[in-house]
């Protein structure tokens, strides 16, 4: 199975990566963990980015808040598919890293997720992967069920309170 590579802007954003790998790890999901920043170390984002499917890599999850041209910079460096978490963070609340993220130009593509959204990009991942991978897709499919269970779970306890 190809690995999921996870880049951080800052160390700041691990809270947000930490939901990311409890799901990657829930699915069985290989991953790497590294912290480059768009705009501290380029040079190092770029080599990464640009030698990611060669090391295994198949799908890769930005996440950085503020200005967050980091999901941007990784994209443009690569034809693997990136996902971006805008990290909440300054003055904006997260509405900075959103618009950063999402508005990407014309043929550099980059998926967003919400803001702080680290356990939907995990999920966006492992289902990117599971378009090959058949014994994924069947986790993924029991992970869904299994929520949905949990729902009706809940509203059958509500309807009995109420």
Known sequence: MR???????S???????????????????PYEVHVYSAHRTPTE????S???REKGIGVIIAAAGMAA???????????????????KSGALDGMDA????VMMPSGIPVATVAIDGGKNAALLAAEIL?????????????????????VLK????????L
Do not use: F, Q, Y
């Open 3 to 9: 690995r999921v590579g996870i880049i951080m802007g």
């Open 11 to 29: 160390d700041s954003d691990l809270p947000v990566i930490n939901k990311t790998v409890d799901v990657l790890k829930e699915l069985g999901i």
């Open 45 to 48: 984002a770029r080599e990464w």
């Open 50 to 52: 640009l030698a990611a």
């Open 69 to 87: 041209h980091l999901a941007g910079a990784l994209a443009a460096n690569t034809t693997l598919p990136v996902i971006g978490i805008p990290c």
């Open 98 to 101: 959103l618009l950063s993220t």
């Open 130 to 150: 599971a378009v090959s991978d058949s014994e994924l897709a069947k986790k993924l499919d029991a992970k869904r069920a299994a929520e949905a269970e949990a």
């Open 154 to 161: 809940k509203d059958a306890n509500i309807a009995e309170r």
